[in-house]
């Protein structure tokens, strides 16, 4: 088994969806703000891994599915006025 290529953390996904449906990419910022961002997003997230997301999309009551977009939300605000923080100084 290779650890890398049979599970990853459900909410990388998320995190990456939710920055592309908010024009945060590769056009729009640079590589570094975006690897700064994604870490900071995905460290205030508590891991959730999964071997398939098919198995998310059957298995998972839609109230927590709710509540990871919520919570997903909240990680990208907050590091987003962090690093807006940072860079002003």
Do not use: G
């Amino acid at each position: 088994m290779k650890l890398h290529d049979d599970i990853h953390n459900y909410y990388e996904n998320l995190v990456i969806n939710k920055l592309q449906q908010m024009n945060i990419n590769e056009e729009t910022k640079d590589a570094d703000y975006l690897a700064d961002l994604c870490c900071l997003v995905l460290n205030q997230l508590p891991p959730r891994y999964i071997r398939y997301e098919v198995d998310m999309a059957f298995y998972m009551p839609q109230a927590e599915r709710l509540q990871m977009e919520m919570n997903v939300d909240s990680a990208i605000r907050s590091a987003i006025k962090f690093l807006t923080e940072r860079d002003k100084r």
